[in-house]
């Protein structure tokens, strides 16, 4: 099966000298990946501002979506202007130097928003399954570490095996392409592909369906019980004859902070990763079954995830309470 594997398919479908001989100049397709990329980091930094404002909550949960806030606008901000020019102008800007800077953005660091996306999930799934051990040990301290994690991961896996597949094997054209030459490492390629494209997607979707049938069956169950203490603590609360009218006049002025709810967040994140991730993933699983789709099809789906880093910070923007 490994010697029948096609690598003439893999490097048409994965070069991008191969797409920049079909684009030349701007098009469409570069115009709105153009604004899809202001646009993200325009509503990734007003996530952040918010988050930091004095009327925002912030909590261990709120790490997860800083830190994938700042990996959006980190790879937008390198890649974005890179690729639009190399597509743009048929030419490598900056030379190998800055080439094999790009790759690693592109390749490397781009993945630690997709990861941490798995995490938010990881999350929600410890907190219904195991609530006790969640609500102990996870903080500030404790979430910060798990995306530290994620990035070390990045760079201790992925990191290795791009930069020996790019230095190694070089460029597909180093006048034109930016690109490691492709099907260099065959086996990694699909190790990739499993590891941090498939098997993310999978985590995202199952848990979700877990965690929200979980809760689900835990607020049928529980429901009459919960109705119950809810009337006991509202009739211990009820003003009495001789009450202080100072102490409710003190909690009517104290502002509420808001804060992001987790489960939307999980909702809207699923929701995100599944109308943004599917498209480029079968297309990926098509080229690994030696089928050729068009390049149009590659172009299309990888502005998906560009489309994600838009939708991420509107939904969350609007999951804060």
């Not at 429901?223 to 006991?232: F, L, Y």
């Amino acid at each position: 099966m490994e010697a029948g594997f096609n690598t003439t398919v893999l490097r048409n479908t994965t070069s991008s000298a191969h797409a920049q001989q079909t684009y030349r100049g701007w098009t469409p397709i570069l115009i709105i990946q153009l604004l899809l990329a202001c646009a993200s980091v325009v509503l990734n930094l007003a996530m952040l501002i918010v988050q930091f404002l004095p009327q925002t909550q912030v909590t261990a949960f709120t790490i997860y979506l800083v830190a994938i806030a700042i990996g959006h606008i980190v790879v937008q901000l390198v890649t974005k202007p890179f690729s639009l020019i190399n597509y743009v102008t048929g030419r490598v800007p900056g030379g190998q130097s800055l080439c094999a800077f790009y790759v690693y953005f592109q390749f490397v660091f781009s993945m630690i928003p997709v990861l941490l996306h798995v995490l938010i999930a990881i999350n929600r799934l410890w907190a219904v399954t195991y609530p006790v051990s969640y609500n102990q040990r996870h903080n500030k301290k404790t979430a910060s570490l798990l995306c530290l994690g994620v990035v070390a991961y990045v760079h201790v896996v992925p990191l290795a095996v791009f930069m020996l597949e790019f230095f190694y094997f070089g460029p597909t054209d180093k006048f034109t392409s930016c690109q490691p030459g492709a099907g260099g490492i065959i086996e990694w390629r699909r190790a990739d592909f499993v590891l941090h494209r498939v098997i993310p997607l999978a985590l995202v979707i199952g848990v979700y369906i877990y965690v929200m049938a979980k809760r689900w069956t835990k607020r049928r169950i529980g429901g009459q019980i919960e109705g119950n203490r809810s009337t006991d603590h509202n009739s211990s609360n009820k003003p009495v004859a001789g009450g202080h009218p100072a102490s409710t006049e003190l909690q009517s002025s104290v502002v509420r902070r808001r804060k992001v709810k987790p489960y939307i967040v999980l909702t809207v994140t699923s929701i995100s990763v599944l109308m943004c991730w599917v498209p480029s993933d079968v297309y990926w699983a098509l080229v690994y079954l030696y089928m050729t789709p068009p390049t149009w099809v590659h172009t299309v789906t990888s502005t998906m995830y560009s489309v994600q880093t838009v939708f991420d910070p509107l939904m969350w923007l609007f999951s804060m309470r």
